[in-house]
């Protein structure tokens, strides 16, 4: 279907083992991929192939043209569909020239030994779990990959498969630490997806384990930036508000089928708006501060909710938080912490937290309303989907 200068897109419907092994046939044959989830219900399988238009789906039937397919651009590797954390999801355009970029990045952001072994337990519709294929395709590691998180199985891997490094979100480096699983025997353990709290980073120090928090999106092949430091082929700067833009070959061509969205996503010389707030560290560090469409402003007040949920999270009755801002009549937006207590019969009360944070927080960052929930959503790469806790507009 493909014509000069273009080439097919494979949409992969497969168990992740299996998806892991077309992506590599698809890439050899010079073909482009978009991974969907196989346990999504039909009716968001239908809408993802509608909005990506892959020319192929590739399932356990076997390879189909799709009617209405629109080939991509030839030197196009994935395209890789968001978590749409903060709007509807999109589909986004990774080049093959991407794919290598991240490859040696990595490579020379952590080394690169003869043995490296790269375990996969992310979803590989997510560009955490893709862009493993990607590094070890450039360095050559072996890779396994498995059908889901397992604690046990992660935490053997080292011992049973040989594996040295492994990609994690950080509430299963929490878990696994929880669980007292050996993931020091792995030489790296990459972060990624989401903030990591200090006192999870302190903990997996604690058990030496070498964590490298990764920074990155969907739109630069994932992880670009290693412990604070861009990966060698990305630069980062600052923009107006602290907006982190990013430069480099790992960068997307743009969001498919969409091109204002894609004008919108970069600037007017080329570097990508990343949506995240940062700060440039005095040894010269990145460090994310929050997202730009997260910010509550009370009082007048910036408020960023990050900084509130890490501070929270250091309470000993909470086991999870989530911080947004609601509308206020008073205040223009309160500040309101969704809370996971660790002992549902014993949770904390709003006073207990306010008087908690009191000395780390000033006043305006203090919570002025508790919610105490079942569970923190959260996208599968372990994003807060804060959309979820904001009460509906009112029109």
């Given at each position: ?17 299996r ?10 044959a ?11 219900p ?9 909005a ?28 890789v569909?968001t978590?749409?954390?903060t ?15 991240i490859?040696?990045?990595w ?11 790269w ?7 997510h ?5 493993i ?58 972060t ?44 980062v ?9 990013i430069?480099g ?13 894609s ?19 005095a ?18 007040v910036?408020?960023?909710p990050?900084?509130v ?26 500040v309101?912490?969704?809370v996971?207590?660790?002992?549902p019969?014993a949770?904390?009360t709003l ?6 944070a ?16 079942d ?21």
């Amino acid at each position: 279907m493909a014509g000069p200068g273009e080439a097919d897109l494979l949409a992969i419907v497969a168990p992740r083992p299996r998806a892991a092994e077309l992506v590599r046939a698809a890439r050899d044959a010079g073909a482009a991929v978009t991974v969907l989830d196989p346990t999504a219900p039909r009716a968001v399988l239908d809408g993802l192939l509608a909005a990506v238009a892959p020319t192929h789906v590739v399932d356990a039937e076997g390879r189909h043209p799709r009617p209405g397919g629109v080939p991509v651009p030839e030197g196009t590797a994935a395209v890789v569909v968001t978590s749409g954390t903060t709007g509807a999801p999109k589909g986004v355009e990774l080049t093959v020239d991407g794919a290598a970029a991240i490859g040696h990045g990595w490579a020379g952001a952590m080394g690169h030994e003869p043995d490296d072994h790269w375990l996969v337990c992310l979803p590989l519709h997510h560009v955490a779990g893709l862009a493993i294929l990607a590094r070890a395709n450039v360095t050559g590691a072996a890779v396994t990959v498995h059908d889901g998180f397992d604690l046990d199985a992660v935490g053997a891997a080292p011992s049973t498969v040989g594996a040295t490094l492994v990609s994690v979100v950080p509430t299963m480096l929490g878990r696994l630490l929880d669980a007292g699983a050996p993931v020091h025997a792995y030489r790296r353990v990459v972060t990624g997806g989401a903030p990591l709290p200090p006192a999870l980073r302190d903990r997996a120090a604690a058990a030496g384990v070498a964590v490298v928090d990764a920074y990155g999106q969907s739109e630069t092949w994932g992880g670009c930036v290693a412990n604070g430091v861009p990966i060698p082929g990305a630069t980062v700067r600052l923009g107006p508000a602290d907006e982190i833009e990013i430069a480099g070959a790992m960068v997307m061509r743009d969001y498919r089928r969409d091109p204002e969205a894609s004008r919108r996503a970069f600037t007017h010389d080329g570097w990508l708006r990343t949506g995240d707030i940062g700060a440039f560290a005095a040894d010269g560090r990145l460090h994310v501060v929050d997202r730009l469409r997260d910010l509550v402003i009370t009082g007048g007040v910036n408020v960023r909710p990050a900084e509130v949920e890490h501070v929270l999270a250091d309470h000993p009755a909470v086991a999870d938080v989530a911080v947004v801002g609601v509308p206020d009549v008073e205040w223009g937006e309160r500040v309101v912490a969704h809370v996971v207590p660790r002992d549902p019969a014993a949770p904390p009360t709003l006073d207990d937290l306010r008087a908690f944070a009191r000395d780390r927080l000033t006043a305006p960052k203090l919570p002025r309303e508790l919610v105490l929930v079942d569970a923190v959503p959260r996208s599968p790469g372990g994003k807060i989907l804060r959309r979820e806790l904001r009460p509906p507009a009112v029109s």
